[in-house]
């Protein structure tokens, strides 16, 4: 039985960032044309009465939150209280929204930032507030957990249908690219393409480099948002929130090391032991979502490649995202 019909009105927020963009990209692909935008300079997401008064006048059927503040740990670290107040706006207003204009059925995209720091691995969906969480993004998982219990709260009391994806570790086309303020793996390629045409004999990178991540192509996240939106049809007695990942994950450091061969820099890379190394390793269980028939399509070895690729042809048009 598939739970959304393809002429159904669906709402995508955040539709320009590298999360939204995909999920956009894979519903046209699959037939879905009712999608609903909205740009940033049109509809301000951290506004309550603006979120009210588009929900009125354009009425969703389906409701896909792509939208948040992201950045890695210098912006995490940086701007606390952005991370925290602006994430609970948008999310609040959105689902709330969805709730009173009585939307179908509502996909928030959370984080598996929201897991304690040391969680047995791999991380199960059950081991969510069971400790403390890792301090250099603590205010962003927050704001995802807020999301994700506010969804199941709705569920519980009022029967609403909010259904959540917590996602491993994102890379690929649509990404920001500020050595400084985005992830580990924007950051690390801008660093090394750079590096590779300036002739530069070395390479300076965060950390260790022992901290091992799981990293899911961005595409990859969006077939499993169609895949839940069409296929997941939890009960009242079951968890509302999925993992979804490769299950699989690396160190940092053959991260690197794979990136810089990859961008033709073949010089020294040193680890600034400085520097924080964030959560020592973080691999989701994604058991349950592959137990509905779903895994991921793109190796990494070859969504790097993709991503690489992508980020050139930006680059050689003057249209990276900062």
């Not at 009712?34 to 006048?57: C, F, M």
């Not at 690219?177 to 390479?203: G, M, Q």
Request: proline fraction near 4%; hydrophobic fraction near 35%; charge should be positive.
């Amino acid at each position: 039985m598939r739970y959304i019909a393809k002429e159904k009105k669906i709402f995508i927020a955040g539709h320009n960032g590298m999360v939204g963009s995909a999920i956009v990209r894979n519903l046209k692909n699959n037939g879905y044309l009712n999608l609903l935008t909205a740009n940033r300079t049109d509809l301000d997401l951290r506004d309550s009465e603006s979120v009210k008064k588009w929900y009125g006048i354009n009425k969703p059927d389906v409701v896909v939150i792509a939208a948040g503040k992201v950045g890695g740990i210098i912006a995490n670290s940086t701007f606390p209280t952005q991370f925290l107040l602006d994430n609970l706006k948008i999310q609040n207003n959105l689902i709330e929204g969805a709730w009173q204009n009585g939307v179908e059925r509502l996909l928030f995209l959370g984080s598996s930032c929201i897991y304690p720091k040391f969680a047995s691995q791999p991380i199960k969906e059950e081991y969510l507030l069971s400790d403390y969480l890792e301090s250099t993004n603590q205010w962003y998982a927050i704001a995802k957990i807020a999301g994700i219990k506010l969804c199941e709260a709705l569920n519980i009391q009022y029967g609403f249908d909010a259904i959540s994806l917590m996602p491993t570790n994102l890379y690929g086309p649509g990404d920001y690219y500020n050595p400084e303020k985005s992830h580990v793996i924007p950051a690390l390629i801008s660093k090394f393409d750079s590096a590779a045409k300036n002739n530069l004999e070395r390479v300076v990178c965060w950390g260790s480099g022992s901290s091992q991540r799981e990293f899911l192509y961005v595409d990859d996240l969006a077939d499993a948002c169609k895949f839940v939106l069409e296929n997941w049809k939890p009960q009242k007695e079951d968890i509302k929130y999925m993992n979804v990942g490769t299950g699989n994950d690396m160190k940092i450091k053959k991260i690197a090391e794979k990136i810089a061969e990859k961008c033709g820099f073949n010089g020294e890379i040193l680890w600034d032991y400085s520097k924080p190394d964030g959560t020592p390793k973080k691999q989701l269980d994604i058991s349950k979502i592959t137990s509905l028939g779903w895994e991921p399509k793109t190796s990494f070895d070859e969504g790097l490649n993709l991503t690489i690729s992508n980020y050139r042809y930006l680059k050689n048009k003057n249209m990276l995202r900062q």
